[in-house]
């Protein structure tokens, strides 16, 4: 009896531990892509889920499952980027098309980083944890952007297709466009009808939803659809779970908006019904894009932690299996930072630790944040001035915002990558160009001050100013040498 209760018990295991694409294949609506950073999305699956590289020696590694269908090894990412910076190179297809996602290129639409391509997602910028297990979502800030204008297998003309992605809902802007799924070949916009892809934003020129956003919405080039022809869909309402699952499927002169809590609960329709006129029919490429318009427009951040790309239209039977099995991979946060606590309620000051500079502390003069030498026979207004309380994160609590001692209500923010000390305003921008993930810093002193909206970036200070750095890139103070020392800061009591 022990032995065949072991038996059945093991048998249940592997039913259960169908993934997402076995249960696309049961419905007669098999994955043609199948991109995820946190897990395997076949139960089969062993292969590479992505690939970093790392700021040190420039080498990239890939990362893996840690067994058949299970979670990404979020260890081996840790430790080959421990003490450097990771970005995110490659997504791979795990349904075995080839239909990998890299660094977008030029399009219509130029990116601002060197030679017009968009920027590769941060390797550590959206950690959380699946049934227990770390794993890192792919975290996409304005300017960064995936794509394959080469792919296999992806619908195109009016061929049906469907779309799931599991999204972070309080991570979303009204920049063009975050967005998952088919696109055109050439990068720019071939015209209405030629892209259809899952949406998430406030974006409100074309369509929107009730409330005041972030809708699920589709990208069908030249426009976000909520439904068909009029403007609001009323059925489509604002989702903000702190993880959501959306769906976009569509065929001849049909297509629908579905969505949910990714960690509990069923899907809900949002729209089913016919084309918008000038949709039928349409006229897919069949590229696949992450993070960007369809024309390379990269204005948009988001979350990705998971999404497919399907041959034909699934049913919603189908749908509603792949939520359960979403539900059941438990998604949930972990903590943002790492490294010496800073913590909410501390006044700090923040000591630089470049040889040159150990006696200087970051400090304001108006609005400028610069570094200052400061000793404790400086003068009060000099000693508040260095000085600076540690506050929840105004853009999100589980980091943190850096609230002036001499300027309450003050608080360091970057603009344009530059640091400055600004009033409060009120503004989502404000106030998540305000917080800042504390991680270990990269020189192994103190804290690397990580921009919660641009976790490529961190605290640094160039020519005694403070900006936010990338380890290489467009800016004199993104500068390799030196980086990981002038991005590490010890945080210590304040002055005054
Ligand atoms: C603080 O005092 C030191 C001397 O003790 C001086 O070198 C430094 O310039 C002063 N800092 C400022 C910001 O004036």
Redo the contacts with the bound molecule.
Sequence with gaps: MFRYSTLVAFCFAAIVAAGPCDIYASGGTPCVAAHSSTRALFSAYTGPLYSVTRGSDGTTTNINALSAGGVANAAAQDSFCARTTCVITEIFDQSGKGNHLTQAPPGGFNGPASGGFDNLAAATGAPVTLNGQKAYGVFISPGTGYRNDATNGIATGDAAEGFYAVLDGTHFNNGCCFDYGNAETSAHDTGAGHMEAIYFGTETTWGIGTGNGPWIMADLENGLFSGSNAKLNSGDPTITDRFLTAVVKGEANNWEIRGGNAQSGALTTFWSGVRPSGYNPMHKEGALILGIGGDNSNSAQGTFYEGVVTSGFPSDATENSVQANIVAAKYATTSMVSGPAVAVGSTVSLRATTACCTTRYI?HTGATVNT????S??STA?KQSASWTVVAGLGNSACVSFESRDTPGSYIRHINFVLMVNADDGTKQMHEDATFCPQAGLNGQGNTIQAWGYPTRAFRHFSNVGYIASNGGPDTFDATALYNDDVSFVVGAAFA
Excluded: D, E, G, R
């Design positions: 400090a200052q030498i400061i000793t026979s400086n000099i």
